[in-house]
């Protein structure tokens, strides 16, 4: 747009230095240099549209590149979330399975405490079995009535019953209860 002013504006200063200029020598002189400032002025047109395609050929290459950069941008995006739910899961596996470990590992030394306990429970019960009831009797009254149960549990019934006998009647009727309890309990675990 600007060009084609200067150019209007050569053209004119042409025309009007022909129809003033008071010699055709010196309108000569004014053509040639007008003539010589219009090709001037072509070749800088042309040099100007030759950078304004360079110019605009260097923005498609950069808005392509842009467009290729938010590509890869969103594929090492997708490709992060994706990794991140894989570890997530992975961890919630490993997570799990190391909480099944140990629950299985807590209930086998439950029942590894319980087993020693029981094996104590049955050495007392031999020991108590050969004492002397009345003996035993004491020995039992003082302890834990539940343990005392217990420990009778693994006893034949006879010694059993002649130990509770020798206890005091109020003694004997709790721990013979409890007793009966146990003997149930053990009864139905082993079914």
């Known amino acids: 747009m600007k ?17 003033v200029a008071p010699s055709f020598a ?14 001037e ?32 941008k969103k594929d090492v995006d ?9 570890a997530d899961d992975y961890y919630a596996k490993v997570q799990k399975e190391v909480n099944d470990f140990l ?18 429970i049955k050495k007392l019960a031999a020991i108590y079995s050969n004492a002397k009831p009345q003996a035993a009797a004491m020995a039992l009254s003082k302890m834990d009535e539940d343990v005392a149960a217990e420990i009778l549990v693994f006893m034949q019934a006879r010694k059993a019953g002649a130990i509770i006998s ?15 309890i146990k003997k149930d309990n053990l009864s139905i675990s082993k079914q």
């Open 3 to 19: 060009l084609r002013l200067l150019k209007l504006l050569a053209l004119s200063l042409v025309l009007s230095s022909l129809i």
């Open 26 to 39: 010196q309108n000569k002189q004014t053509l040639s240099a007008v003539v010589e400032k219009i090709n």
């Open 41 to 72: 002025l072509k070749n800088l047109e042309n040099t100007i549209n030759a950078k304004i395609a360079k110019l605009e050929k260097l923005k498609k290459q950069l808005d392509d590149e842009k467009k290729q950069l938010e590509k890869m």
């Open 78 to 86: 997708e490709y992060v979330k994706k990794r991140k739910k894989e």
């Open 103 to 120: 629950a299985k590992k807590q209930k086998q030394l439950e029942d590894l405490q319980k087993q020693i306990a029981t094996e104590k």
């Open 166 to 180: 020798k206890m005091q009647p109020q003694k004997a009727a709790s721990i013979f209860q409890k007793y009966l």
